[in-house]
């Protein structure tokens, strides 16, 4: 079975705090993904990375970075943690195969709440 | 844009059929997924739909009309555990994927 699994299920910061969600998957996918879950507004993407050291934005960018030194990881940093950011963070792996759908699959999520 | 809209909740009764609509407004999109999460859980995939048509596994079937912009998701015997938010997901670009805000189901005895 796939496991992507997160470095936290809950974290509680203070604003200003530079802030690092970890994520790990199994599988050897190329595509990973950030992504926040907030009522009502569904799931939205942070960032992907389709390969080591490769980014791009997602829908929602601003106050985010990241960073993959490794295929099997993936980070998402918050530079300085807003109360705005206070959601549930979802990582998500894929295979990529040209022209063709992969399921995305999750890890657990990590609750933050930023005070 | 990538509009994707869910009805917000609905209720069905235990053994039913319920059909949850998706709805978008897109022409990018060459794919339909279909995610089921648990409160508190991870969303895991259930189905997808590249051509128009009636995808079927087991007591779960979705429905893809490209031209009209519309999905659905089938339940069939509905049991108390189908209980869950489903998320309609376009796919854009064979990797990303747009999601909408879900629907949530509950199940009554």
């Known amino acids: 079975d796939v496991k992507v699994t997160q470095s936290s299920r809950y974290l509680v910061k203070r604003t200003g705090e530079k802030v690092f969600l970890e994520c790990v998957q199994d599988?050897?996918?190329?595509?990973m993904f950030w992504y926040r879950q907030d009522p009502g507004l569904g799931l939205r993407l942070i960032y992907f990375s389709y390969d080591v050291k490769m980014k791009e934005k997602g829908d929602i960018p601003e106050g985010y970075s990241v960073s993959r030194e490794k295929k099997e990881r993936f980070s998402l940093i918050l530079e300085s943690a807003s109360t705005n950011q206070t959601s549930m963070y979802l990582c998500?792996?894929?295979?990529?195969?040209?022209?063709?759908?992969?399921?995305?699959?999750f890890g657990p999520g990590t609750r933050l709440t930023v005070l | 844009g990538q509009n994707i809209d869910q009805p917000t909740e609905m209720t069905a009764t235990e053994g039913a059929i319920v059909q949850i609509n998706c709805t978008y407004q897109t022409s990018g999109f060459n794919g339909l997924f279909w995610y089921q999460q648990h409160a508190g859980e991870a969303p895991t995939f259930l189905s997808y739909?590249?051509?128009?048509g009636l995808e079927e596994k087991g007591r779960f079937s979705s429905f893809l009309s490209r031209s009209k912009g519309y999905s659905y998701l089938l339940l069939k015997e509905l049991q108390m555990k189908d209980s869950a938010s489903y998320l309609c997901?376009?796919?854009?670009?064979?990797?990303?994927?747009?999601f909408g805000s879900g629907t949530k189901l509950n199940v009554k005895p």
């Open positions: 998500a792996s894929s295979q990529y195969r040209d022209r063709v759908y992969n399921e995305q699959f």
């Open positions: 739909n590249v051509l128009d």
């Open positions: 599988m050897d996918h190329e595509n």
């Open positions: 997901a376009g796919g854009l670009n064979f990797n990303k994927f747009y």
